[in-house]
T-cell receptor, first 114, second 111 residues
Framework: DQQVKQNSPSLSVQEGRISILNCDYT??????FLWYKKYPAEGPTFLIS?????DKNEDGRFTVFLNKSAKHLSLHIVPSQPGDSAVYFC?????????????FGKGTHLIIQP | DSGVTQTPKHLITATGQRVTLRCSPR?????VYWYQQSLDQGLQFLIH???????AKGNILERFSAQQFPDLHSELNLSSLELGDSALYFC??????????FGPGTRLTVL
């Protein structure tokens, strides 16, 4: 059973507009959340993260929002640029879970249209 | 460039064979994680080594094993390969508990 779900396999957004990528999780023990970006033929690259003690974290054009009660997080990219076209993975971690690796969603392919 | 290197980039082999994938972590990172990305399952955590010791196991099959050597590089050994083992295999490194940096991956094709 998938613990982290990204329900939109793909998303197309016009350049300059806002991109909103969504992620839902089921395990309430997860307390650290990350977004990774992946280009073809490359490994995932860390983008931004948020701890469960916060509900928002901002880094330049990227903002992550966390709604713990809904077990939902989202990534906002404003304004969207052509170089943002990539696959975005949501990942979660339970920091008290010892040394476990990240639990990933299946990814959303973001396409920025010129 | 994340600083994590993986070899080989591509590997094509036959069912029943055994292969070894290699990962060199970023300088100073003691933790190495292995992940498998298949078309239907997404990125799945396999195993974590810290400074030569196994720390955690995820969805790793018994046919798969890993080790981390004194120079901190790690190898993932896949044996009795099946068609379903075809996937991208990533390693990631970190300082303990820190952000994970991913290598470019090894694409394994089992024919």
């Amino acid at each position: 059973d998938q613990q982290v779900k990204q329900n939109s396999p793909s998303l197309s957004v016009q350049e300059g507009r806002i991109s909103i990528l969504n992620c839902d999780y089921t395990n309430s023990m997860f307390d650290y959340f990350l977004w990774y970006k992946k280009y073809p033929a490359e490994g995932p690259t860390f983008l931004i993260s948020i701890s469960s003690i916060k509900d928002k974290n901002e880094d330049g054009r990227f903002t992550v929002f966390l709604n713990k009660s809904a077990k939902h997080l989202s990534l906002h990219i404003v304004p969207s640029q052509p170089g943002d076209s990539a696959v975005y993975f949501c990942a979660t971690l339970y920091s008290g879970g010892g040394a476990d690796g990240l639990t990933f969603g299946k990814g959303t392919h973001l396409i920025i249209q010129p | 460039d994340s600083g994590v290197t993986q070899t080989p980039k591509h590997l094509i082999t036959a069912t029943g064979q055994r292969v070894t994938l290699r990962c060199s972590p970023r300088s100073g990172d003691l933790s190495v994680y292995w992940y498998q990305q298949s078309l239907d399952q997404g990125l799945q955590f396999l195993i974590h080594y810290y400074n030569g010791e196994e720390r955690a196991k995820g969805n790793i099959l018994e046919r798969f094993s890993a080790q981390q050597f004194p120079d901190l590089h790690s190898e993932l050994n896949l044996s009795s390969l099946e068609l379903g083992d075809s996937a991208l295999y990533f390693c990631a490194s970190s300082v303990e508990g820190g952000q994970q940096f991913f290598g470019p991956g090894t694409r394994l094709t089992v024919l």
